[in-house]
Nanobody, 123 residues
Framework: QVQLVESGGGSVQAGGSLRLSCAAF????????MGWFRQALGKEREGVAT????????DYADSVKGRFTISQDSAENTLFLEMKSLKPEDTAMYYC????????????????WGQGTQVTVSS
């Protein structure tokens, strides 16, 4: 199985930028998709961005389109989330996730999760 470790969270002012990283360890060869999710206090977890590892097709939540970019460095087994023009409503714990089963990717049903990294955006 794959293990995931996020880093790069922090506190920024509105309009600022952050870059999250997710290092993948273990059995990464058959990972079909990876994603970033977030959960704000008192709210349900939501999908932010997805990337299919073979081909690099991406998808984004409407709330982050044009501001966030998901990418991967396959050689380093690392996933990134570049976040620009951050807003206070982007404040949340951000999680990296990975999945081996294609149909689960399409349903945002991931089996493997990191521990999360906190992003706080002040106004």
């Amino acid at each position: 199985q794959v293990q995931l470790v996020e880093s790069g969270g922090g506190s920024v002012q509105a309009g600022g930028s952050l870059r999250l990283s997710c290092a993948a360890f273990g059995y990464t060869y058959s990972v079909v998709c990876m994603g970033w999710f977030r959960q704000a206090l008192g709210k349900e977890r939501e999908g932010v961005a997805t990337i299919y590892t073979n081909g690099g097709v991406t998808d984004y939540a409407d709330s982050v389109k044009g501001r966030f970019t998901i990418s991967q460095d396959s050689a380093e087994n690392t996933l990134f989330l570049e976040m620009k023009s951050l807003k206070p409503e982007d404040t949340a714990m951000y999680y990296c996730a990975a999945e081996y089963t294609p149909r689960r990717c399409g349903r945002n049903e991931y089996n493997y999760w990191g521990q999360g990294t906190q992003v706080t955006v002040s106004s």
